[in-house]
T-cell receptor
Framework: DTGVSQDPRHKITKRGQNVTFRCDPI?????LYWYRQTLGQGPEFLTY????????KSRLLSDRFSAERPKGSFSTLEIQRTEQGDSAMYLC??????????FGPGTRLTVT | DQQVKQNSPSLSVQEGRISILNCDYT??????FLWYKKYPAEGPTFLIS?????DKNEDGRFTVFLNKSAKHLSLHIVPSQPGDSAVYFC????????????FGKGTKLTVNP
């Protein structure tokens, strides 16, 4: 078991560009979560999946953000028309039902 | 509106002494609480949790205490070690650790040799 992995670890993009991040959860974890963390803050919930179904989305997730989890395995988070305010660490976590969440190392996004 | 508050941004203790990290919450619906530790350039690592039906949970050097009436929990680390130096996040959820988590802003713990 290699833990939750995220790719890329770092992404620098220009304002207005689209970016996509990938998360591979721990195998057999049916729940997958996305959080965002900015400097000096704790992680903030964005969305989560149970298998391939997206069960909840935060109001932080504007219509420029979309997340998918095809076939209930890996997940992608896409941000369209990036803005400087999107600069943050994007964290992915996974868990089985009724167990604690295990986090990946995060993808640090910088929008210039 | 911060539903989970960690009012101390930083804490410094001597190796071997006790570290006490505090957390307050405002949402009465929260009934499951967790502590995560985070090193720079890594994701948060789960440490210990407690359900609202308990008032204490212990795991080795780590103990979490929950006072539901005061909406307060604390993490005790005894004895503190230099490797414990990290940012500690308190988190809360409804029902279990696999529901969405609401995090505090974190407390940076420094354990001095």
């Amino acid at each position: 078991d290699t833990g939750v992995s995220q790719d890329p670890r770092h992404k620098i993009t220009k304002r207005g560009q689209n970016v996509t991040f990938r998360c591979d959860p721990i195998s057999e974890h049916n729940r997958l979560y996305w959080y965002r963390q900015t400097l000096g803050q704790g992680p903030e919930f964005l969305t989560y999946f149970q298998n391939e179904a997206q069960l909840e989305k935060s109001r932080l997730l504007s219509d420029r953000f979309s997340a998918e989890r095809p076939k209930g395995s890996f997940s992608t988070l896409e941000i369209q028309r990036t803005e400087q305010g999107d600069s943050a660490m994007y964290l992915c976590a996974s868990s089985p039902d009724n167990y604690e969440q295990y986090f990946g190392p995060g993808t640090r996004l910088t929008v210039t | 509106d911060q539903q989970v508050k960690q009012n101390s941004p930083s804490l410094s203790v001597q190796e071997g002494r006790i570290s006490i990290l505090n957390c307050d919450y405002t949402n009465s619906m929260f009934d499951y609480f967790l502590w995560y530790k985070k090193y720079p350039a890594e994701g948060p690592t789960f440490l210990i949790s407690i359900s609202s039906i308990k008032d204490k949970n212990e795991d080795g050097r780590f103990t979490v205490f929950l006072n539901k009436s005061a909406k307060h929990l604390s993490l005790h680390i005894v004895p503190s070690q230099p490797g414990d130096s990290a940012v500690y996040f308190c988190a809360a959820s409804v029902q279990s650790g696999s529901e969405k988590l609401v995090f505090g802003k974190g407390t940076k713990l420094t354990v001095n040799p």
